[in-house]
């Protein structure tokens, strides 16, 4: 039976993505790192069979075919499975996301990295993860750095074919028990501005564009050797600069882009002051979307969920700790 089980878990970028350098392959203009977050995760199940009269995604009881973006986001991996394994029959998948709320807090990293898994096993290709990664990128940048739990980078690579543009693995999810993230949920709605589009307008428009790509790289470089030598501050100083030079940027487009909400100001104000007095050590970052997320160790997390809850408009806490590979499983969602 062609058919496979995997789950991959979301995660949050320290060192910022936004823009392409090639749109069709998903190529960034710089490297990105990331810390893999072990309380979200997506399960996906495919199947190749002739039973099958077309491709379908069920994402979360909802089905989804081609022409529609959810399942068009798959197709540039799914066509380069079916061609390097030759598979020929129609495709089933469902995928169930396991978050510990409704809010959008980024689901397609995790549900592409599950996918290439899934189907190139299904396929009965045997791939590294490296390829994975490739596969998973196509599809979904920040999909690449999922293949990976602990934490990861994904190379920019400067091959026009994308050949070395894959994340790899700097840290293992065990090296680094203490390491948290607090996401603080303020708002349930979707985005104003989807992230693809967002970019691009970003890339055509922004003049900060061109500087935080000479610095991106820089900060890259920073972060790792912080990372190798866990030192926290200094890994969440720059990690603060990046949250900072995507989200100027993104101001800066015309039109300008803001995912901020009031309460996301207030949870950063309340982070700032307290890291002011010593009460405790938290690192603000934030991505294509309202939601403050939050580096901290082990110890400040009581302390930064208490704060953060205090904050009016603050509807949910969730916190998570860093999150393992992707994995095969033997059962299946059908
Ligand atoms: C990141 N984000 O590094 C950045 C920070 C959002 C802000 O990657 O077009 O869903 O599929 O490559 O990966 C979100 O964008 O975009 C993202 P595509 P993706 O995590």
């Not at 050590?281 to 991505?287: A, C, N, S």
């Amino acid at each position: 039976m062609k058919k496979a089980t995997a789950r991959a878990h979301a995660n949050i970028a320290l060192a910022k993505y936004w823009g392409k350098r090639d749109e069709a392959l998903i190529l960034p203009y710089f490297d990105s790192l990331s810390v893999t977050l072990d309380a979200f995760f997506t399960t996906t199940s495919v199947e190749f069979s002739d039973v099958f009269e077309e491709d379908s995604l069920e994402l979360d009881g909802e089905i989804f075919r081609a022409g529609e973006k959810e399942f068009d986001r798959l197709l540039a991996p799914l066509s380069h499975i079916r061609e390097q394994s030759g598979v020929a029959e129609s495709m089933r998948a469902v995928s169930k996301n396991d978050v510990p709320t409704a809010a959008g807090l980024a689901s397609s990293a995790s549900g592409t990295a599950a996918f290439v898994m899934a189907a190139a096993a299904a396929a009965g290709l045997n791939v590294s993860s490296k390829e994975l990664s490739i596969l998973a990128r196509m599809g979904s940048g920040s999909a690449s750095r999922s293949l990976f739990g602990g934490f990861a980078q994904w190379h920019a690579g400067t091959q026009n074919d994308g050949s070395d543009s894959f994340a790899e693995q700097l840290v293992e999810q065990d090296e680094w028990p203490e390491f948290r993230v607090v996401a603080c949920i303020v708002s349930k709605k979707q985005k104003k501005v989807a992230s693809r589009a967002g970019m691009k307008q970003t890339v055509a428009t922004s003049p900060l564009y061109e500087g935080w790509k000479q610095q991106a790289p820089l900060d890259v470089a920073a972060m790792k050797q912080a990372l190798a030598a866990k030192d926290f501050t200094t890994l969440g100083q720059i990690a603060e600069s990046s949250f900072a030079q995507l989200h100027a940027t993104m101001l800066s487009t015309n039109p300008p882009i803001l995912y901020m909400a009031p309460a996301s100001v207030e949870v950063i104000n309340t982070i700032w002051a307290a890291r002011e007095t010593g009460e405790f050590e938290g690192y603000i970052t934030m991505d294509a979307g309202p939601q403050v997320k939050i580096f901290c160790l082990a110890h400040d997390v009581e302390a930064i969920s208490t704060a953060v809850s205090a904050v009016s408009g603050v509807q949910e806490v969730v916190v998570s700790s860093v999150g393992p590979d992707p994995t095969l499983l033997s059962e299946h969602l059908f």
